[in-house]
């Protein structure tokens, strides 16, 4: 019992280090949310495609990447913490981090909208869904990335 409160409480304070402390270095950070958008893109072009009627709907593939989109987007949020600027970011995510928060959270919120209407197993509600996400893409890219 001694040595358990110790472990907790530096198992604590490691939970409770900033985010850029996660990385080795500043480029990890840059190339964790990038692959996370890049592997996010990947399946939502694959919905987008089905939504469009460039490929077949296949109800059990929407699911599927609608699964690994709505998992995804929890993650590139941690290569974003202070300190880890650069790459395509703009300054404004760290200026405006309550309006890159709002973005953040709808993107989650927009994921899960997604991932019930894939659920739902018809194109309808696919297409439906697809076009807040879209939204929401778009507005924090504008605002928060470099071309």
């Avoid at 080795?24 to 469009?52: E, N, T």
């Avoid at 599927?64 to 300054?91: D, H, Q, R, Y």
């Avoid at 989650?108 to 659920?119: E, F, G, P």
Wanted: proline share 4%.
């Amino acid at each position: 019992m001694k040595t358990l409160v110790p472990l907790i409480l530096v198992a604590a304070c490691g939970f409770s280090m900033s985010a850029g402390a996660q990385f080795a270095k500043i480029d990890d950070a840059i190339k964790y949310r990038q692959s996370a958008m890049f592997i996010q893109s990947q399946h939502v072009a694959r919905l987008g495609a089905m939504a469009g009627g460039r490929v077949p709907y296949d109800a059990t593939a929407a699911v599927a990447n609608a699964e690994v989109v709505a998992e995804i987007s929890k993650l590139p949020w941690a290569g974003f913490g202070p300190g880890t600027e650069g790459g395509k970011a703009k300054p404004e995510i760290w200026q405006e981090q309550a309006k890159f928060k709002e973005l953040n959270e709808r993107l989650m919120s927009d994921t899960q909208k997604l991932l019930v209407a894939a659920k739902a197993g018809n194109l309808d509600a696919l297409k439906a869904a697809m076009d807040p996400l879209g939204e929401t893409c778009k507005t924090c890219h504008d605002t928060f990335r470099k071309k």
